[in-house]
């Protein structure tokens, strides 16, 4: 069964201070990865999506990267902000499409301390 | 911001009790997805359809059904709910490059 395994499970960190989050896959080969964002008691918001090839993607403080030879990817965070304190999923998606494949990490929940 | 929307946002019923969440998007998408997110725990995917009169069962069982009747509407319906479907639900619509999702309903039964 293809899985996306993510770590730490939970984060705490000082504002400012910056951090990385992992995420493993057994998915492959697939179509994309993506981050994603999930406030409290709200819906995933995409930061960002890497095809196969790619191996980096930013979006202002949040950097992806992706390798697809150890297939593992991380996201970077810098200089934190306290409105980072979320859950952040890692989801990844087979090469036939059609998110009804999707597959998605437990997710790492971070929280930043002023 | 994703233009797609879940009401109620909370929900707080007895057991028994017949419920129907609502989910629309003004985006045009034709597929759609209801997921089930316990906390700490991954999503998973309870129903999609892929336009009108589309639905198929997701990954997960579950005693819900839903509807496609019109493009932007997909609601989702628990006949007789119990405490083990206490969870959040997600609704999301997607076009050909991502999938957005709408800020869920809390949905507890006592």
């Known amino acids: 069964k293809n899985q996306v395994e993510q770590s730490p499970q939970s984060l705490i960190i000082l504002e400012g201070k910056n951090c990385t989050l992992q995420?493993?896959?057994?998915?492959?080969?697939?179509?994309?990865l993506r981050w994603y964002k999930q406030d409290t008691g709200r819906g995933p918001v995409s930061l960002t999506i890497?095809?196969?090839?790619?191996n980096t993607k930013s979006n202002g403080r949040y950097t992806a990267t992706l390798d697809a030879d150890t297939k593992q990817s991380s996201l970077h965070i810098t200089a934190s902000q306290l409105s980072d304190s979320a859950s952040y999923i890692c989801?990844?998606?087979?090469?036939?499409?059609?998110?009804?494949?999707?597959?998605f990490g437990k997710g790492t929940h971070l929280i930043i301390q002023p | 911001e994703a233009d797609i929307y879940q009401t109620p946002r909370y929900l707080v019923i007895g057991t028994g009790k017949k419920i129907t969440l609502e989910c629309s998007q003004t985006?045009?998408?034709?597929?759609m997805y209801w997921y089930q997110q316990d906390p700490g725990m991954e999503l998973h995917l309870i129903h999609y359809?892929?336009?009108?009169?589309?639905?198929e069962k997701g990954d997960l069982s579950s005693e819900s059904t839903v509807s496609r009747i019109r493009t932007e509407h997909f609601p989702l319906t628990l006949e007789s709910a119990r405490p083990s479907h206490t969870s959040q639900y997600l609704c999301?619509?997607?076009?050909?490059?991502?999938?957005?999702f709408g800020p869920g309903t809390r949905l507890t039964v006592l």
């Open positions: 999301a619509s997607s076009d050909q490059n991502e999938q957005f």
């Open positions: 995420c493993n896959y057994t998915v492959s080969p697939f179509s994309n």
């Open positions: 890497m095809t196969f090839s790619e």
């Open positions: 989801v990844v998606r087979p090469p036939r499409g059609g998110a009804d494949g999707l597959t």
């Open positions: 985006m045009g998408h034709d597929k």
């Open positions: 359809s892929y336009g009108v009169n589309s639905t």
